[in-house]
Each structure stands twice: as structure tokens, then as C-alpha cells.
């Protein structure tokens, strides 16, 4: 794959030929809640490109901002600074009706006094489109999400997983430039949400339209996005495509955030170019990716996912640490093996071959390729 | 599961406490006895409310008969309407500007003002408005039913102002979002969505209205002019003349209203988003 740390385009996740039209510019956008002494920043200096006909994931624990970056592109707050182009018009201080944007809310806020054919007609109406063009539109929505049967229902007599198709179709019909979407599996359970991550993503590629879609879970914006924003305390860490967030997280809180990873401390020697010595607990040495190139030699925290690991005989060559099987944890597919080593640190290795007795010795395989040398 | 049978526990004890069954029961008699009393002789065919004979319509027929009644009846249901009318409208303008503004300085004076008419004591609202109705009487030369009709309007406010205003508080904030979100601008999102999903809470604060603008006693007592007697002050004039089975049967008539209204303001409050 494309070595990030050397790319023109670090940190946006996009190579010079991947660039589409920009649809959505946040240019530096900070927004802070409150005034004077009790003001809280809830996004710092934000800035983001966002391509026509992207599905793109704002991912991060609750509080990072992404709600708040998606309801500055809605309308439903103001920036405190700072731009927000969409199609490139400024659209920061315009109000939500007057933004070619449309969202699909955590809570679906369908309208419960109206059917769901009424909800779906609703941005139309208001958009004042021919009776002719409601119709056919109407339909062509209904159907898209597979709801035509229930037309005429009240939205209260719907469940989850239908209102959640409603809440889509409506924020679908004025085809919208872009699609704001605000946590919108998390009330459903975890069969259902499977489905409905296929769904959107057939939504996204029959319609066309670019997604904007806010989640915690990070499991849900690697499986949808194109690419992805992890985010933390306001600020944006790492823009990426789903791989290269998970293969080459820049900071330790992504790589702690997505996934299952090891972080370990060891010492870091010579650099060149996007590479660097590390020395490993216990005198073994490779060659590993460096997150950025500013890390400076001495100590660091190198990271590496346990399926990328593999058990080797204590005095095999392949050995990089060596340590104690501590523990072993069947999960169906595989185990999660626990090697403690000898200074205390412990190790996890996925593996679904047969393992060795407790608390015997083992060496750990750590391919070099696979560890990434973290920026805290 | 401990927790859960401590609760059940306790909730239980509420109920076996020593007394609580005497109590309820005394608290109900008190409240509802005399109110059984007066609808109980409002059926007596006879001129006593102490004495029963028999069993009779009469008393309801004189009621209907009586001019005096009529004209009351009339004037009361007038100003009932009215002041519910506006006291609506005033109070869902003040509702919205309550709950879908954000947070303001002086907010909990304005609560304070809307609310006033609940606290100060309403001999003082009378008084006080009728000094100043007859001030305006004087410089403006108009008369009328009219001040009647502002002076029940203005302390049926907090009335109508209370189930419309949590009405708005219970309602997701992100259904008027998607509405704007969806190209609607402020007016029509009101049009739209605000004000259909706030008419529960319209009528229940319109029942409650009329509810209190019909029993008021004491600023109408003040305040109305001849020929601008309602039910209240007619029922009082007669009582001073001695009591008849006549006024029970009117009171009666009022209760069975009051308890319809009531019923409807329980039913529309309970219905929810």
C-alpha cells in the first residue's frame, strides 16, 4: 500500500490521483459552548475535506465533537470561527432551511402526526416541487428503502428498523448534496444494525450522494466508510481510509481506539526516511514504520495487532520477545493468547493453532512490516 | 433482587401504616360529602335542602325557567369563551418564548410575571383592577362587559400557560430541528409541525381556562357592571336571600360541566408524543 508517512497528501488519507470535486470544506472551524470563563471548546481549529460521492465517517468516543462538526454542517449551530464551504458556497452562517443539506437524527424525529408517505413529502413540499414530482419522488423513496406497503402508517406503529428507513427516505427525496447522519443505528440491535450498515451503503452507492456519517463504534465506520475522521477532545487525529486507520494509526489514540493492538514500550534508534530501528524488550531489533517523522530516538511506544503476531518456539530464531503464557481466551474462531514478558509487559496473540500449557515459555513473532512506531 | 423486594417492602409498609386507610377515607369525606349533600337535595321535591321527601326534577325545571338564571348563564359563558380565547393565544406565545429561546437573562422573572396572578392574592388583583378600570372608564368614557371580559383574561394566563408550556417541554426539540432541516422556514415549521403537535396541550390549557374563568367570584364580583352577572355572583346574590334546592340544582349543573371539562383536561394531558 501507499506509504503514508511519505505522501503529499499525508494525513487526508487521499493520493494526488484519488482527489475528487470537494463537496464539504471545513476550513478551521472552532466552535466553543458558553462564554468567557465557563466557555468550552468543543471543536479547535478544525479543518476537513470531504469529496463528492464519499462516504465519509466522523468516529470518536462521546464528547470528541463529531456531533457538533455534524450540526455546524446542518445549521443547527454556528461556528464560533472559521468557514464551512459546501459545493463551494459558504454556508457556515446560513440557517438549516436555507442548506442544500439533509440529516437523518439519532432519534429519527420522525414526525409522529404525519404517516409515513406525509414524512417522506415533507422537504418536498417545503421546497415547493410540482404535485407531480412529490408523487413520483414519494414513490421512487418508498421504494427505495422497501417501505411502499406501509405508506400509509403512523410513524408510532413502526418499528425501530422501519423508522429508520422512513427517517432515511425523507432525508433522502430533496436529493440533498450532501447526507448528515448522526449516529443513526445505535438504538438498533446488533442484527439489525448489520443489515442496515449494508443498507446504507446500497443507499449511498445507488443515490450517489455524499455521507457524512457519525458514529462511536468503530467496527461500523471501518465496514461503510470510504474513508474515515478520528476525533478526539475537538481536534481531528488521522483522516484515513478505513485500512490505513487500522494498519497505520498515527497516534497512540488511535491505534488504542480502533481495534484490538498491542502498545509496548521499546527504544527507538537510527532513522531513515519513513523507518526507524527499535530495540525490543528483551535485545531483539527491527525495522519498523514510523507514524510521523518527527518521533525523535530514545523511548517509544510501538504498536501491533495480535492477528498479526504468531507463537514460535522459545529458541526459534523468528523469536523477537520472549515471555510465559499467562492466559488463553476462546472466542469461537481463535484464541486470544496472553504472553507475559519478562519485564512485566503483556502481549496478546490471535491464533487459532494449538497453543502450549499454561505458564509455559514461548517466543512471539512480531513481523516487522506490522509495528508502527506511535506519536503519543 | 435485593433491592427490588426492599422497595416492594417499603412500598407496602407506605400502605399498612397504622391509620392510613382512616385517614384517606376521612380526607375523602371531607372533600366529598358536602358535594354529595348538595347534588343528593338538588333532586328533593321539596323546598327544604335539609329535609328529603322525594324524588323529583323540579327544582332543575324552575332553573331552566328562571330568567335571572338565564341571563347569568348567558354573560358567564361569554366571558368564559372569550378570555379563554385570548388567554390561549397569550399564553402559547408565551410558552414558545419560554422553552424554544435560548436560556435568557430574566428568565425566572418572566416565569415570576406569567405566573403572578397564581400568588398575589386575588382581593388585590380585584382591587386593584378595578381602581384601574375605573380610571380608564373615566378617561376613555367606555363602558362595557368588555374589562370584564380583560380581567378574565388576564388571570386565565398562568392557567392556560401551565399544560401548553409542558406540553412544549415534553416535545423532542429535534422534531422542529428536522422540519428546518428539511427546507421549512420558522414560520411554517410553527404551522407545520410546532403548533399541531402542541394542541393537546392548546385544549387542555383551554379547559382549564374556561374551568377557572367560570367560577371566578371575586374579580368578577368587583369588576362587572350592572346587567354583567355571571353564574357565580347570581348563585351568591340568592344565597343571601336564604338557599333553595334552585341553587343546588344550578350548582349541580355547574359541577357536571366542571367535571366534563376536567375530564377532557385529564385525557388530553395524558395523551402523549
Same mark, same amino acid.
Given at each position: ?57 466522523? +468516529? ?317 | ?234 348563585? +351568591? ?30 385525557? +388530553? ?5
Amino acid at each position: 500500500m501507499a506509504d503514508a508517512a511519505l505522501s503529499p497528501m499525508k494525513g487526508t488519507g487521499l493520493d494526488e490521483a484519488e482527489q475528487g470535486r470537494d463537496m464539504v470544506l471545513v476550513d478551521r472551524v472552532t466552535k466553543e459552548f458558553g462564554r468567557g470563563e465557563q466557555a468550552v471548546t468543543a471543536l479547535d481549529a478544525v479543518s476537513v475535506r470531504i469529496l463528492e460521492n464519499e462516504f465519509f465517517t466522523l +468516529l470518536g468516543p462521546s464528547g470528541c465533537g463529531k456531533t457538533t462538526l455534524l450540526r455546524l454542517i446542518a445549521g443547527f449551530e454556528l461556528p464560533t470561527r472559521g468557514q464551512i464551504l459546501l459545493d463551494g458556497q459558504e454556508i457556515g452562517h446560513l440557517p438549516p432551511y436555507k442548506r442544500p443539506v439533509n440529516t437523518v437524527f439519532q432519534s429519527y424525529a420522525l414526525f409522529p402526526h404525519m404517516t409515513v408517505s406525509q414524512n417522506i413529502r415533507f422537504g418536498l413540499e417545503m421546497l415547493r416541487k410540482p404535485d407531480a414530482e412529490i408523487e413520483q419522488t414519494t414513490r421512487a423513496m418508498l421504494s427505495l428503502v422497501r417501505m411502499e406497503a406501509l405508506a400509509n402508517r403512523r410513524t408510532d406503529q413502526l418499528s425501530g428498523g422501519q423508522q429508520q428507513r422512513v427517517a432515511l427516505a425523507r432525508a433522502l427525496a430533496p436529493r440533498p448534496k450532501v447526507l448528515l447522519l448522526d449516529e443513526p443505528l445505535s438504538a438498533l440491535d446488533l442484527k439489525l444494525r448489520k443489515d442496515m450498515q449494508i443498507e446504507l451503503k446500497r443507499l449511498q452507492n445507488e443515490t450517489g450522494i455524499t455521507f457524512v456519517f457519525v458514529t462511536h463504534d468503530q467496527e461500523e465506520a471501518l465496514t461503510m466508510s470510504d474513508r474515515v475522521a478520528v476525533m478526539q477532545a475537538g481536534n481531528i487525529l488521522q483522516i484515513g481510509a478505513p485500512k490505513e486507520i487500522y494498519n497505520r494509526p498515527a497516534k497512540r489514540f488511535v491505534a488504542d481506539f480502533i481495534g484490538d493492538i498491542n502498545i509496548i514500550d521499546a527504544t527507538l534508534g537510527n532513522v531513515t526516511g519513513a523507518k526507524g530501528q527499535v530495540t525490543l524488550p528483551g535485545g531483539a531489533s527491527l525495522t519498523a514504520y514510523l507514524s510521523d517523522s518527527s518521533i525523535s530516538q530514545g523511548a517509544v511506544s510501538i504498536a501491533f495487532r495480535p492477528e498479526n503476531l504468531r507463537l514460535v518456539a522459545p529458541d526459534d530464531a523468528a523469536a523477537s520477545v520472549i515471555g510465559q503464557i499467562e492466559n488463553v481466551v476462546y472466542f469461537g474462531s481463535g484464541s486470544n493468547v496472553h504472553v507475559r514478558l519478562e519485564n512485566g509487559t503483556t502481549v496478546v496473540v490471535r491464533t487459532s493453532d494449538s497453543i502450549g500449557a499454561l505458564d509455559a515459555r514461548t517466543g512471539v513473532e512480531i513481523p516487522e512490516e506490522h509495528v508502527q512506531v506511535l506519536v503519543d | 433482587m435485593v433491592d427490588l423486594s426492599f422497595r416492594r417492602r417499603r412500598m407496602q409498609d407506605l400502605r399498612k401504616q397504622p391509620g392510613f386507610d382512616q385517614i384517606a377515607i376521612a380526607c375523602m369525606f371531607v372533600l366529598y360529602a358536602p358535594i354529595v349533600v348538595l347534588v343528593v337535595f338538588s333532586f328533593n321535591d321539596n323546598r327544604s335542602v335539609v329535609r328529603w321527601t322525594e324524588f323529583s326534577f323540579r327544582w332543575y325545571a324552575a332553573a331552566f325557567g328562571n330568567d335571572g338564571i338565564r341571563n347569568a348563564t348567558l354573560v358567564s359563558f361569554q366571558v368564559a369563551a372569550f378570555a379563554t380565547f385570548f388567554s390561549v393565544i397569550f399564553a402559547t406565545m408565551a410558552a414558545l418564548a419560554t422553552t424554544r429561546t435560548p436560556a435568557f437573562r430574566g428568565q425566572t422573572a418572566a416565569y415570576a410575571i406569567i405566573n403572578q396572578p397564581l400568588m398575589v392574592p386575588e382581593i388585590v388583583t380585584a382591587v386593584a383592577t378595578l381602581s384601574f378600570f375605573a380610571i380608564l372608564k373615566r378617561l376613555t368614557g367606555v363602558t362595557g362587559i368588555g374589562y370584564l371580559m380583560v380581567a378574565h383574561t388576564v388571570f386565565c394566563i398562568p392557567f392556560a400557560y401551565m399544560p401548553i408550556r409542558a406540553r412544549l417541554e415534553d416535545m423532542n426539540l429535534s422534531l422542529e430541528q428536522a422540519a428546518a432541516d428539511l427546507y421549512a422556514t420558522p414560520l411554517r415549521v410553527f404551522w407545520r409541525v410546532t403548533l399541531p403537535l402542541l394542541l393537546p396541550g392548546i385544549f387542555a390549557g383551554a379547559m382549564l381556562a374556561f374551568v377557572v374563568s367560570l367560577d371566578d367570584v371575586i374579580i368578577t364580583l368587583l369588576v362587572a357592571g350592572p346587567g354583567e352577572t355571571t353564574l357565580p355572583i347570581y348563585i +351568591l346574590g340568592q344565597i343571601r336571600r336564604g338557599i333553595t334546592p334552585e341553587i343546588n340544582a344550578v350548582s349541580t349543573l355547574l359541577l357536571g360541566l366542571t367535571l366534563i371539562f376536567v375530564t377532557l383536561f385529564f385525557f +388530553l394531558g395524558r395523551k402523549r408524543t
